[in-house]
């Protein structure tokens, strides 16, 4: 049986990325023999891994990363030559560049997954850079969508079969939780961490020019993250305390969305947003900002949800009492089964098997 490697960063957070790593060992430890390495873990895991997964717990909450590169190193090397494992999979950035050093001392096929958009982040020259070095590094590169894949080839120069968009895929427990449209919901939902890059800024705004005017809605955002309090303070500033809500984190929050009438996505810049893929198969309605990856891969724009020009918050307000008032586009929204085959489970896995046995 043929092993492979899954590195993260830390599975104790509850991210995106770990929730794809713990998806991939579960469904692949059918046929393969699964270790997830985890780099610098701080607590519990957040997913749950299957029985035959062998998880291996790095180091403990280290900040620099030349101790995690040192300190990664020679346990790294040891775990892949003592268990002759064939393919390591490394699971973001960091993660990618801190066991990226291993490479000359092991045997195994390197996988480098970026779960960002690189054109997101190409005038950070430090993540550029580090990006270039993982590619540099690794024997194959998977992206999360057609468009990174491209930019892939075309900035860094790389040959088309080196780059692989593999998209990611909805889970079984969330398809099991499609109920029919709710549509006497009067309330809006959003969900992800609350930092920067995720627009709560926008939101709020954009909730102070949408919910005074409909007294009996509410939007319940699910995350939490460093700007929260500063979030908070905002709502409290505008009056807002009544209709908007944080409810802070909540494992598997896909189990609430049939509750919802539509979902707004109001982030700067996403790989493959998988509240996205989650409101898809629910049949839940979308409005996002049309941002440079992520979100057109999944929303048909007047199909299954809105599309906005970027950070156009004055259009994306027009959308969202446009889906308030009309409950009958909500429907149609929610109705909409045009791109679930993208999506599919079985499809994503093969591409993931062929992958790995290349």
Known sequence: MK????????????????????????????????????????????????GTVKYVHGLNGKTRLREMIQGTFRRFVKLVNTNKIETVILMGNYSALIVSFTRPFTK?????????????????????AIRFWNTIMSHKIVVLTEKTRKDYI????????????????????????????????????????????????MLVDMAKCVLPQYPEWKWDIYGTGEMKDHIARKIKEYGLEKQLFLRGNIKNAYRFYPEYAFLVLPSYREGLPLVLLEALVLG?????????????????????????????????????????SDVEKRTAFASYQGKLKKFSKDKILRQWIQLIEE
């Open 3 to 50: 092993k492979i490697c899954f590195v993260d960063f830390d599975m104790s957070v509850m991210g995106g990325v770990e929730k794809v790593t713990a998806s991939l060992a579960n469904e692949l430890c059918r046929q393969y023999e699964v270790y997830v390495y985890d780099i610098n873990n701080n607590g519990s895991l957040k997913y749950d891994l299957c």
């Open 108 to 128: 195994a096929k390197y996988i480098y997954c970026d779960h960002g958009a690189l054109m997101n982040q190409w005038h950070q020259k430090d993540i550029t």
């Open 154 to 201: 075309e900035k860094f120069h790389l040959r088309k079969k080196k780059v692989r968009c593999i998209y990611n895929w909805i889970e079984d427990a969330v398809a099991e939780e499609k109920k029919s449209y709710n549509i006497e919901s009067k309330k809006i939902l959003s969900v992800g961490r609350i930092d920067k890059e995720k627009g709560y800024n």
């Open 284 to 324: 839940l309605p979308m409005v996002s900002f049309d941002i440079e990856t992520g979100p057109n891969e999944i929303i048909e724009d007047g199909k299954n949800g809105f599309l906005i020009p970027p950070y156009r918050k004055d259009l994306m307000v027009k959308k969202i009492q446009l889906l308030m």
